[in-house]
């Protein structure tokens, strides 16, 4: 599995949301995309997704450009874990699991396909909730049904968009922990959009920082997430702390030489 | 369960169901206690493989019990009216009109089915089962199921819980389709494809009614549409096709305008074996194909860009089957006017007791209709014969109470 996006660009009319972005996705490998709000971190997972076209550029898939492909063949491959949330009423958590074995499922449903759902419902230890409404869930708990979703697609590459935002700090180490091990356990690979800079610090084994668009820091997270790299992105000061656990980044305050940035 | 025609021994036979379903499923009203009971042994996992299996059962039932009270409901349906007729003539008939009716279609069959029936006590139960109650009952059912399946279909594609044809301004445009056909009348251009009238209306009702699907697609489809807009704009386009359809009322002449009237009114008055034997072939076909996209349907819940990356043609499984659930509810208002509810209310209450698996939602979604609508027509025409009411009345009101008493329970808590 190798994931190579060559000089990525797209536009919605003449905004440019991302400008020539490339980077490469390896086995194994976590990759954090980082930046502030508008900086294109979705559309750049969606677009990886192939829910958008690109306006110019490539995305290849073990050699094979992802846009010609074929789609069926390719949502095998590519699980994908939204930002915003749908679910329809009198769904049960385990229906909505069953269908990231969609591209497995003729008609009826197999054995087999009811064990994967099982396993990561399993996985994520949310096995006690299977039997219950979507809307009777709390939004963390709703997360972690979707991220069971992506799970049981059982994908080569993992793309989430933000999907740790409704859970506590618990469950956020809970989810990065499981993910570190399915990707390492599967030979997958994970991009992750993430607003949380330690966490991407932690778990990242790679980040892209978007800014504007534009890819404005690519590397090891040590070389990426820096007091000056931050300051300059975000505006906002920052400092390295070290301490028994080991380095933290630690936001401390608004750059007051910087003006307020809106984002898009 | 002996008369299911009265509206109070019709609400006792829902209880009925609903109660059967329940004992394998906890309500709503249970999920305080069913949530301590998670909590209390939050380790221990619920099995996915018995939960599905429960779960299928359950929907099978349903299925079960609606084809049987479907068939009980029209063999009833069959003997009540003017002339009532009792069940043991109503089989005789209906078992004496098949096979005449097999026979037409295949003559050889003739030498094949020796079986002489006795002849009914009544000596008229033939002619007016076959010729009279059958097609209006087999359209009252065709109709039910077309709504119903529409209704589930638009739903689910547009993932909003309040479309039907109804609702989405659907049955207004096909019915201002219907009443242009009628007011121009099938002229040259129905003599030169050798349409026949009522097919020639069915054209009309469906061109019309899929220019209103396609205005309300174009509206889901633009930027920053949320779910009211949808509703909103369908109402609206509603309101517009029924401006169009005074307009003709207003400038038809006397004879035109009569037909015209009785069709707007809605009701299974058009029936006819003509008409049956055009919607058969239609609602079979239609339903296939729906009920074949069942998986992609309910993969479409999970929003348009999940849908997407799991490899769907968003775009295009939402304008065909939207095209194929308008032509199926079009044909079919095209003989009964304007008929609302069904759609609505049919798909919901299956969604309630069954959960969101299109296929067998669609089918159990189906059943209930023609159910409802055929309860309502018995009722109908029965209840105050030999003076007929039109079948909205008795339905919102049997229907509307029913769905009422489900918000009420608790079951339809959260709805919206």
């Known amino acids: 599995m190798e994931v190579i996006v060559s000089q990525l660009t797209k536009r919605y009319g003449d905004i440019p949301a991302i400008a020539g972005v490339s980077f490469e996705v390896h086995p194994q490998e976590i990759v954090a995309l980082v930046g502030p709000n508008g900086s294109g971190k979705s559309t750049l997972i969606k677009t990886m997704a192939t829910i958008y076209n690109p306006t110019s550029g490539s995305i290849t898939f073990d050699g094979e450009d992802i846009f010609t492909a074929d789609p069926v063949d390719l949502a095998t491959r590519v699980g994908y874990v939204p930002q915003h949330f749908t679910y329809t009423l009198y769904s049960s958590v385990f229906e909505t699991i069953l269908l990231g074995r969609r591209r497995h499922i003729k008609w009826s449903v197999s054995a087999e396909e009811l064990t994967r759902v099982q396993e990561a419902l399993d996985t994520l230890g949310i096995s006690h909730l299977a039997g219950k409404n979507m809307d009777q869930l709390s939004g963390g708990e709703r997360q972690k049904v979707f991220i069971a979703r992506a799970l049981a697609q059982d994908p080569a590459l993992y793309l989430f968009d933000e ?81 028994e656990y080991g380095r933290f980044l630690l936001p401390v305050r608004r750059d007051p030489r910087k003006p307020a940035d809106t984002g898009r | 369960m002996n008369d299911c025609s009265g509206s109070g ?115 008229q139960a033939g002619i007016i089962v076959n010729n009279f109650r059958l097609p ?79 205005l309300i697609y174009g509206i889901a489809r633009s930027r920053g549409t949320n779910q009211a807009t949808l ?40 029936a006819s074996w003509d008409a049956v034997i055009l919607l058969i072939p239609c609602c079979i ?67 309630m007791l069954i959960g969101n698996d299109h296929r067998y939602l669609i089918p159990a979604s189906a059943l209930l209709g023609a159910l409802i609508l055929l309860v309502s027509d018995t009722v109908a025409r029965t209840i105050l014969s030999p003076v007929e009411i039109p079948v909205g009345i008795v339905m919102y009101i049997i229907g509307g109470l029913f769905f009422l008493y489900l918000i009420l329970r608790g079951r339809g808590r959260g709805l919206y």
């Open chain 2, 231 to 270: 509703i909103l704009a369908g109402v609206v386009i509603g309101y517009l096709f029924q401006a169009g359809v005074l307009a003709l009322k207003y400038l038809s002449n006397n004879d035109k305008l009569r037909e015209l009237t009785t069709w707007l009114m809605g009701g299974m008055w058009g």
């Open chain 1, 163 to 243: 999907p740790t935002s409704a859970l506590d700090i618990r469950h956020q180490i809970d989810v990065m922990e499981i993910m570190r091990e399915v990707t390492q356990s599967h030979n997958a690979a994970m991009i992750i959009a993430v607003h949380d800079l330690n966490l991407a610090y932690r778990y990242a084994d790679v980040v892209v920082m978007l800014d504007h668009g534009i890819r404005v820091g690519y590397g090891k997270p040590d070389n990426v997430l820096t007091p000056s790299g931050i300051e300059r992105v975000y505006g906002v000061t920052a400092c390295m702390v070290e301490n």
């Open chain 2, 136 to 214: 209006r009952i087999l359209l009252a059912i065709l109709t039910g199921m077309s709504l119903a399946v529409a209704g589930t279909v638009m739903q689910g594609l547009l993932r909003n819980p309040l479309v039907s044809p109804f609702t989405l301004g659907m049955s207004s445009a096909a019915a201002f389709g219907a009443a242009m056909a009628i007011v121009i009348g099938p002229g040259i251009a129905a003599t030169l494809f050798f349409l026949s009238y009522e097919s020639w209306i069915v054209l009309f009702a469906f061109v019309s009614g899929w220019l209103s699907m396609l």
């Open chain 2, 9 to 123: 021994t019709r609400l006792s036979c829902i209880e009925e169901i609903l109660l059967r379903l329940r004992t394998s499923k906890p309500s709503r009203q249970n999920a305080k206690q069913t949530m301590n009971e998670t909590t209390k042994n939050s380790g221990s996992a619920q099995n996915v493989h018995l939960l599905y299996g429960e779960g299928t059962k359950r929907r099978l039932l349903l299925i079960g019990i609606l084809v049987f009270l479907l068939i009980t409901a029209s063999i009833i349906s069959a003997g009540i009216g003017t002339v009532s007729i009792s069940p043991a003539d109503t089989l005789l008939a209906i078992g004496e009109g098949t096979r005449n009716a097999a026979i037409v279609v295949v003559p050889s069959l003739n030498n094949v089915i020796t079986i002489t029936l006795p002849a009914p006590e009544n000596p």
């Open chain 2, 285 to 351: 076909v239609c339903f296939i194909i729906l009920e074949s996209m069942s998986w992609d349907m309910n993969t479409l819940a999970a929003g348009d860009d999940v849908a997407k990356s799991m490899g769907i043609n968003v775009e295009r499984t939402r304008l065909f089957g939207l095209m194929v659930a308008t032509f199926v509810a079009s044909c079919c208002l095209a003989f009964t006017g304007i008929i609302g509810f069904v759609g609505l209310m049919s798909p919901h209450i299956c969604r």
